[in-house]
């Protein structure tokens, strides 16, 4: 099965297209991923929503919205300009997440008191530090263990 689940940032504004024969809707955008570490450069990557879900990206999301975004992962085969063939990924959607985005995210409230909602900081997601210090003792590994007087 191809799932993608990614973490992402529009950096197009949703471009709201329709098929010439059915009129079926399509929002083309790109979106940007974080790279794994901190020298890593981000990736872009082309998405395209379909039917209710593209009416739905174009009236709700725009550029510069964090989103998650599930959906299939397809390899595109295209002529470019000078008319060498390119492949490029392409992330077919079939759900968006809100993270941080323009549109109200719901709410629901426990208590007068205390509100809770759906969004979660980017930054929580973050590795957390190395807790190894120089004052950290470590075990030796027993390396003279005799393996086959284990009882059965």
Same mark, same amino acid.
């Given at each position: 099965m191809?799932?993608? *689940?990614?973490?992402?940032?529009?950096v $197009? !504004?949703?471009?709201?297209? #329709?098929? &010439?024969?059915? /009129?079926?809707?399509?929002t083309?955008?790109?979106i940007?991923?974080?790279?794994?570490?901190?020298?890593?450069?981000?990736g872009?990557l082309?998405? *395209?929503?379909?039917?209710?879900?593209? $009416? !739905?990206?174009?009236?709700? #999301?725009? &550029?510069?919205? /964090?989103?998650?975004?599930t959906g299939r992962?397809?390899?595109?085969?295209f002529?470019?300009?000078?008319g060498?063939?390119?492949?490029?990924?392409?992330?077919?959607?079939?759900h968006?997440?809100p993270?941080?985005?323009?549109?109200?995210?719901?709410?629901?409230?426990?208590?007068?008191?205390s509100?809770?909602?759906?969004?979660?900081e980017?930054e929580?997601?973050?590795?957390?530090?190395?807790?190894l210090?120089?004052?950290?003792?470590?075990?030796?590994?027993?390396?003279?263990?005799?393996?086959?007087?284990?009882?059965?």
């Amino acid at each position: 099965m191809n799932t993608c *689940i990614l973490m992402a940032k529009i950096v $197009s !504004e949703p471009e709201l297209r #329709y098929t &010439q024969d059915s /009129q079926i809707p399509q929002t083309h955008m790109l979106i940007e991923i974080e790279g794994l570490g901190a020298n890593d450069t981000p990736g872009t990557l082309k998405a *395209i929503g379909w039917g209710n879900t593209a $009416s !739905e990206i174009k009236e709700k #999301y725009n &550029q510069g919205d /964090q989103v998650i975004l599930t959906g299939r992962l397809a390899m595109r085969t295209f002529e470019n300009t000078s008319g060498t063939k390119e492949k490029r990924a392409e992330l077919n959607i079939s759900h968006v997440y809100p993270i941080t985005a323009s549109i109200p995210v719901a709410t629901f409230t426990e208590s007068k008191e205390s509100t809770e909602t759906n969004v979660v900081e980017l930054e929580s997601f973050k590795p957390k530090a190395n807790t190894l210090t120089e004052d950290t003792e470590i075990s030796p590994v027993e390396t003279n263990k005799n393996l086959d007087d284990i009882p059965f």
